[in-house]
């Protein structure tokens, strides 16, 4: 009998650690990860307002809920890290994805140089996400010249696997 209360306790208390892959997600601190992103990017940044597009899925190219909450840490972790006014934008009405990149909608670079911003720097991204890891390519780009200063990308492990999936023998 005592046997069978301590499988029971078992099964209860070990689904108690499982978490799905979207809840390991919102529950994973990428601070870390975008500090090193951002540190290197500050040693490039020599104007202290940027703008900051949010995370897009790399598929689709547009904001998604995650996205979102990547762009998040990144915002936070330019501002402590940079000490820089960061604004974001939605970038969809000025620029299109086709198959073979990114085209701007305008000839003229005042739609999309926002005269009120008055940021020198864009820093966009994208991400992807596999079973145990989400991957962010992130770009740093000049306004005025319209060039990539800096690209960087960084895997980071969020999946928290269930303990009991585990194979204690498989070293």
Request: hydrophobic share 35%.
């Given at each position: 009998?005592?046997?069978?209360y301590?499988i029971?306790?078992?099964?209860i ?41 949010d ?19 990144l ?5 402590n890290?940079c000490?820089v006014?960061?604004?974001?934008i ?9 198959n ?10 005042h ?18 996400i ?6 962010v ?6 306004i ?26 498989n070293?």
């Open positions: 009998m005592r046997f069978i301590l029971f306790f078992f099964f208390f070990s689904s108690c650690f499982y978490q799905t892959p979207d809840e390991a997600f919102y529950n994973t601190n990428f601070s870390k990860d975008f500090n090193k992103i951002s540190k290197d990017f500050c040693k490039h940044i020599k104007y202290r307002k940027v703008i900051l597009a995370i897009v899925h790399y598929q689709t190219l547009k904001p998604t809920p995650k996205g979102e909450f990547l762009t998040e840490f915002r936070d972790s330019i501002v890290q000490n006014s960061v604004y974001q939605e970038l969809r009405e000025k620029f299109k994805a086709n073979i990149g990114i085209t701007a909608l305008s000839r003229k670079p739609d999309i140089k926002n005269k009120k911003f008055r940021a020198r720097y864009l820093i966009t991204g994208t991400y992807s596999t079973e145990n890891f989400v991957t390519f992130i770009r740093l780009i000049d005025k010249k319209g060039k990539v200063i800096l690209s960087k990308t960084k895997k980071i492990l969020y999946h928290i696997p269930n303990p009991m999936d585990d194979d204690p023998f070293i």
